[in-house]
């Protein structure tokens, strides 16, 4: 019997929707869904280390959604899988906003580095807030940094080596937010005309915006003493 996945309105579907497209535009490979409580948690990977030597921030999205259900579990799937799922869920659906919606969840892949890093979900500790517009300066620049670096054709090693470069700077005046992480908000749609409010905990930092939330796990050697 197929794994279900029950959000509770159709609203919520699209909002999903919206957030995975967005995501997938960065990085389509897999999306880990943490159920518990009432509440589903979507994670996705905007940057993450792709080797020993690589120095790239852990850089994740998550978005929260109400489920119609009390149903537990915490599985890695692939996103185009999740997506087509999710696109023939809302055919069925309609104009209905109102109606709760259950579709089957992909089958789970074990292979992906991220997702066996877990951010804390308690203990975060407030460390005052941004504006969107420093946030979408610093993305805005970085992307245009990459594209001038890059020329077509260029091998994935020396692609990644410049990402990791450019994503892992400081955004100037927030102590130990790396540009991957202004990069995240922005691709992901999280900016607004709101604060971004920041918290750490640990070795991570993460911004919150009423549209969505980042999480950055920081190297060794950014930590605090």
Same mark, same amino acid.
């Given at each position: $019997?197929?794994?279900?996945?029950?959000?509770?309105?159709?609203?919520?579907?699209?909002? *999903?929707?919206?957030?995975?497209?967005?995501?997938?535009?960065?990085?389509?490979?897999?999306?880990?869904?943490?159920?518990?409580?009432?509440?589903?948690?979507?994670?996705?990977?905007?940057?993450?280390?792709?080797?020993?030597?690589?120095?790239?921030?852990?850089?994740?999205?998550?978005?929260?959604?109400?489920?119609?259900?009390?149903?537990?579990?915490?599985?890695?799937?692939? $996103?185009?899988?999740?997506?087509?799922?999710?696109?023939?869920?809302?055919?069925?659906?309609?104009?209905?906003?109102?109606?709760?919606?259950? $579709?089957?969840?992909?089958?789970?892949?074990?292979?992906?580095?991220?997702?066996?890093?877990?951010?804390?979900?308690?203990?975060?500790?407030?460390?005052?807030?941004?504006?969107?517009?420093? *946030?979408?300066?610093?993305?805005?620049?970085?992307?245009?940094?990459?594209?001038?670096?890059?020329?077509?054709?260029?091998?994935?090693?020396?692609?990644?080596?410049?990402?990791?470069?450019?994503?892992?700077?400081?955004?100037?005046?927030?102590?130990?937010?790396?540009?991957?992480?202004?990069?995240?908000?922005?691709?992901?749609?999280?900016?607004?005309?709101?604060?971004?409010?920041?918290?750490?905990?640990?070795?991570?930092?993460?911004?919150?915006?009423?549209?969505?939330?980042?999480?950055?796990?920081?190297?060794?050697?950014?930590?605090?003493?």
């Amino acid at each position: $019997m197929a794994q279900q996945l029950t959000l509770a309105d159709s609203l919520s579907l699209g909002d *999903l929707h919206t957030y995975l497209q967005r995501a997938g535009r960065v990085e389509d490979g897999s999306v880990r869904l943490v159920a518990g409580s009432g509440i589903l948690a979507v994670y996705t990977a905007i940057l993450y280390p792709r080797g020993i030597l690589d120095e790239s921030p852990t850089v994740l999205g998550l978005r929260t959604f109400a489920l119609a259900d009390d149903a537990e579990f915490d599985s890695v799937v692939p $996103m185009r899988s999740l997506v087509e799922r999710i696109v023939r869920a809302r055919a069925e659906v309609g104009d209905d906003e109102s109606r709760v919606v259950s $579709m089957s969840r992909p089958p789970e892949v074990n292979t992906v580095t991220w997702a066996g890093i877990s951010p804390p979900r308690g203990g975060w500790r407030a460390l005052g807030e941004t504006d969107a517009e420093r *946030l979408e300066a610093a993305a805005r620049a970085g992307i245009a940094e990459v594209a001038a670096a890059i020329p077509d054709g260029t091998g994935e090693q020396l692609v990644q080596r410049v990402r990791s470069e450019v994503w892992g700077r400081g955004v100037e005046g927030l102590e130990y937010v790396p540009a991957g992480a202004a990069f995240a908000t922005f691709s992901l749609g999280f900016l607004g005309d709101d604060p971004v409010r920041l918290f750490e905990t640990g070795p991570w930092t993460r911004l919150t915006t009423r549209r969505g939330h980042v999480l950055v796990r920081r190297k060794p050697w950014t930590l605090k003493a």
